[in-house]
């Protein structure tokens, strides 16, 4: 440690995980040697959002060069002077302040907001911003000294009033780039493609020029809100939606065939069942006492017994994957979709009802399910904006990952359709079919419980330069025969169908909902007490008589200046009451404060 050792230390005893209207107190804590001349100590809060792309520059002589370019967002940023104390400040005209050696602590405290600083931080030609402690702040583009020369020209015309056509011809053509979205989550373990960092900063600006200043970083990781789901019910959220595909195997023939007996014979016995004749060889015939049947006869237009011609049959059924509206998924959490076999065809049609027995199986709609796999692929779209403070032109690039959620092999796992019930889905709507003659058959979520998102995946989120979406691929594998030997290629090939459902755009969430404590500190802010919150009268069974007491509560009068307002008394609205519903439970909150790991690349590179 030399002369002086400066450092920054957030509270992470409540939680490791920060979200929105959480504050984040910590303590800076300042150990000099030798005395210290400062102007100030002052504590920042910073999120951002950074983008970089290598792109190809043409120069002379058709030469091409690789050009790195940085796009940085301001997505979080507040600050606070917590030296020299502000009661000070106010009444000292000293620009410099000693500290003799010693130890030295302050401590400090910020809200999180809701939403993205960026466009707030909109200064000069959209870039720069000059606060009051007159630190520069680039808020995106590829600082340069093109950017600084530029800068600088325009700034003399407009202090001059001469801003005409070359002040124009500086000023860059405006673009839709900024826009206003909720805080992005914490983003690493891409490289320089795209991050998003947020951490506390302090810094004890030195009085000289000459004299470098001290600074130190606390970085911490963010996960926001998932308030655009949590909201109170209304007609969108009991839509559904699907993705469907369909099978067809092809000229299928029942397992079991009735037999239909003359009108004659004993109806109320048990109907026979055509057997399965087999064509025996020698020794067979030799040592079995019962000799062999002869194939069935055909039918015959004199006879008494009627003997049905097989024919084959197509058997048509859809494999479908539906979610609740809007479909999301959250990371450790079991899976929010629901697999479904759907068929337009009645279910008696795979039964023996024909023959008086609905209740057995033909064996017509019998499909095995051998295999489910799903895929979640992660998308990160980029933009990098290009400019030498005159001219400017926007990049974009993407980049896939691919992660394998489950890979589940079942081996013969039968249904039948027979089983299929007509389902009340809004998913009917959409077969050719009339409403009503849909049926379905759900396929137990026992089968593909293990289908969880690993917790280190970002929610979706959409900022100025950085989009994160996922799309999802549900891939079955049905078979109308039990396989024998799953290690035969050509088997699995000869048997086997496979289908696979894709879900674009599917939102992941983060699992962190609304809790009354955080309404709360939505509601105040820092430094103010929280307002006080509204007593709920109790509510009686009508059957139950409640005592009256001897005197009657006395209620504040609303000309009463010492008394609480009578608004504070009421009962809480319908609104209210709807809100506090889709609270988050504090527990369930907590657990969902998941332990979302970073990158190693996270804590390096702050700035």
Known sequence: MGAYDIKVEIDRSATSTFTNYDVIKGTVTLVVTNSISLSYIQVKLEGIAKTQLVIPVVRRKGKVDNRVIQDVHKVLYDASVVFPPENVRQVSLSKDFTLPPGNYTYPFEFKIPLNSSCVKLLGITNKVLINKNFDLLINNGNFNRGIVGSMAKLMLLELSGQQGQQGQQLRPQQQNYHISSPLPPSLSGIGEFASVQYFVKVTCKRSSFLKTNLRAYDPFIFLPLDLDIYQPPNDEDYREVFVRKQLIFRDRIPEIVGVVMPPEANKRKTLPLVPQYQKKGFLSRLFDPVPSLPNPPRPSKGGDAYYPEIRSKDVPFSFEVRFRHPAFLVPTKPPSFRLYLVSDRNPLRYTLGEYGRPEDSNGLGVVYLQRLVVDLTCTTVILVLQTDGSNQALHNALRDENISVCNNSYQNLMFDLMYCKRTKSASATSTNAAPGDVYELEIPQKYFANCVLPDHLSPSFKTCNITRKYTLTVEASF???????????????????????????????????????????????????????????????????????????????????????????????????????????????????????????????LE
């Open 479 to 605: 078979s109308n025969e039990k396989i024998g030997d799953f290690r035969s290629a050509d088997e699995w090939a000869k048997k086997v169908k496979s289908v696979d459902l894709v879900f674009p755009n599917i939102k992941l969430l983060s699992g962190l909902a609304m809790t009354s404590s955080l309404h709360s500190s939505s509601k105040t802010n820092l430094g103010e007490k929280a307002p006080p919150t509204p007593p709920v009268r109790p509510t009686y069974e009508p059957d139950v008589k409640v005592p009256v007491p001897a005197e009657a509560p006395s209620y504040p009068s609303a000309h009463d200046e010492k008394s609480e307002p009578v608004e504070h008394l009421l009962l809480p609205t319908y609104d209210d009451v709807v809100r506090e519903s889709s609270y988050q439970d504090d527990s369930e909150h907590n657990r969902a404060r998941r332990r979302y790991e970073q990158h190693e690349q996270y804590y390096n590179n």
